[in-house]
């Protein structure tokens, strides 16, 4: 199992409700949505500029300057091994929880420096929540899957209008709203990913990273997460990593390829080939590789 | 890597060259139909109409196939649908050119100055028309981004025919009802002479969209 798997509702390591360095400033007032703003003109959530990561001193990931924008669905294309996964943990310092890696270079969050000692990274998971490629609720009961993030921060008020209010956002309270109190674990795969995300939402995110959220689903539970996505960027900035070319073509708003480049040593090392908005990706590309990967001609 | 879809894409490719040698050839000979009165080029034409029309089908249908399963992206979407527009246009051309053989008739040796005249435009207008339908799939075929400038320059050249035709209609005796009907023949098969080379222009943008996915598309209509 996956190391970093639970940490979204991770206990926090500061007593609950201790203020942290700026990060719980932004109330949900100023997430306005944006639908009409042209993408590169709305807020810039994420400022990345030379963000790299080592494993153990070996080098995974090397010089990506990227901006994620408010209110859209980013998509993180590229073969496997090209450091997606690497890279998206970086968004919210879920690397810290990984024995021997280290992250360089710069993230903004909001203008703040993500990775400020001052900065509280339980905080900034609860800002900034994740969603895996396997689902993994607890084996606990479904209401309790939910609650227990926001419990565990001390959200502790108005928790039965919480849990509703997360599993109808994650478009799973029709299904569930009478059994509650039964075990996650009876969920379908794709019902189980959509308590996930409920998990991640009952929190109050800022921003939802997705690593491969639909690879383990049939097509139906892929297409209800899908819409799911969409339906949250009127709140949320989403940022999802997948292999499916055409799952990124139909929710991403921007997409980004990353590739892996061999250096003068031999060794291998992920890189940002190109961003733009996905339109643009998939039909007039900049980049000979970004072409050379959507079209199936290499990776 | 995908090497049943660069198969697919390679026999999209040939279809369109193919139709495209069958739309100049109908070009051809209706032009010969029309101004020689062949009754060999007039079945000539509309044996080449009738090809490309199943072959038009045939394309579409496989067009569609590829979208359905391919779900092509960047510059391979960019060359389906050339293919789908081209595809279309070739159609066109050579359906023109079965209209222009329709309109075969002897002039009434009259007028002599004009329909000489006449004549002479039609011939040079389907001369170049057939030139540019070979040329627009040659420069589909070599990927020439620069193919929509030439054949724009070319269609300049037959609109000037086309305004010739007109004028000198316009100079002829319309009380002698027999010259009157032939000089009308002639004015619309300079039309649809004038949207052969259209159409040529048409495919020679796509061909452009297609390599640089960057030009206007400016659809010439007929
Ligand atoms: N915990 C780790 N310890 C050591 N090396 C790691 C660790 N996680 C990833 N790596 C290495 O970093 C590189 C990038 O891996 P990463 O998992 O980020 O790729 P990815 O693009 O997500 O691939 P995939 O599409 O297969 O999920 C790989 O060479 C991988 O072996
Ligand atoms: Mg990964």
């Known amino acids: ?299 | 890597m995908r090497e049943g879809f660069q198969e697919e894409l390679d026999a999209l490719s040939a279809s369109v060259l193919e139709e495209g040698r069958v739309a100049a050839h109908a070009v051809s000979e209706a032009t010969r139909a029309l101004v020689d009165w062949s009754v060999d080029a007039f079945d000539a034409t509309l044996a080449a109409e009738a090809d490309l029309k199943r072959r038009y089908v045939d394309t579409e249908a496989h067009v569609e196939t590829v979208l359905a399963r391919q779900a092509p992206v960047a510059s391979d979407l960019r060359t389906v649908l050339a293919v789908l527009h081209i595809n279309r246009s070739l159609e066109r051309a050579a359906h023109n050119a079965a209209r222009v053989a329709h309109l075969a008739t002897p002039p009434p040796r009259r007028a002599l100055v004009e329909e000489a005249v006449i004549t002479d435009a039609l011939r040079a207008m389907g001369e170049r028309g057939a030139e540019m339908l070979r040329t627009s799939v040659d420069a589909f075929d070599r990927r020439d981004p620069g193919a929509d400038r030439l054949l724009a320059a070319l269609d300049e050249l037959v609109d000037r025919e086309n305004e010739k035709i007109a004028e000198t209609i316009l100079s002829i005796d319309i009380n002698d009802p027999e010259l009157r009907q032939w000089a009308s023949r002639m004015l619309f098969a300079g039309r649809w002479l004038e949207r052969v080379g259209d159409h040529a222009v048409n495919v020679g943008e796509r061909v452009t969209y297609m390599v640089t996915g960057e030009a206007p598309i400016v659809e010439h209509t007929g």
């Not at chain 1, 139906?220 to 070319?245: G, Q």
């Not at chain 1, 990353?258 to 190109?274: K, M």
Request: some cysteine; hydrophobic content about 40%; charged content about 25%.
């Open chain 1, 1 to 299: 199992m996956d190391p970093t798997s639970d940490s979204t509702a991770a206990p926090p390591v500061t007593a609950p409700g201790t203020p942290s360095a700026g990060l719980a400033t932004l109330s949900v007032e100023d997430r306005t949505a944006s639908g009409s703003v042209p993408i590169e003109e709305r807020e810039v959530v994420f400022d990345c500029q030379g963000v790299g990561v080592r494993y153990n001193g070996k080098r995974a990931l090397r010089d990506v300057d990227l901006r994620i924008h408010a209110n859209a669905v980013t998509a993180l294309i590229g073969p496997s091994g090209c450091g997606k996964s690497t890279f998206i943990r970086c968004l919210n310092r879920m690397n810290d929880l990984i024995p021997g890696a280290a992250v360089d270079g710069a993230v903004a969050y909001h203008g703040e420096d993500l990775y400020d000692p001052q900065v509280d990274p339980i905080e900034v998971r609860k800002r900034i929540g994740m969603v895996f490629q396997k689902p993994n609720p607890f084996p606990k009961s479904i209401y309790d899957n939910i609650a227990f993030g926001p419990r565990v921060l001390g959200m502790k008020d108005q928790l039965d209008d919480r849990v509703e209010q997360a599993l109808k956002r994650a478009a799973l309270w029709d299904e569930v709203k009478d059994r509650l109190k039964e075990g996650a674990l009876g969920l379908s795969g794709g019902q189980q990913q959509r308590l996930c995300i409920a998990r991640a939402l009952a929190v109050e995110p800022d921003v939802i990273l997705m690593d491969e959220p639909c690879s383990a689903l049939d097509p139906i539970s892929t297409s209800a997460i899908e819409d799911l996505m969409l339906s949250l960027t009127d709140e949320y900035t989403v940022v999802i990593v997948t292999h499916n070319m055409q799952q990124a073509a139909r929710v991403a708003d921007m997409t980004a390829f990353f590739s892996v480049d061999q250096g003068e040593t031999g060794a291998r090392c992920g890189v940002l080939v190109e961003v733009d908005r996905t339109e643009r990706i998939f039909t007039n590309p900049a980049n000979e590789r970004t072409e050379a990967y959507v079209t199936g001609r290499f990776g």
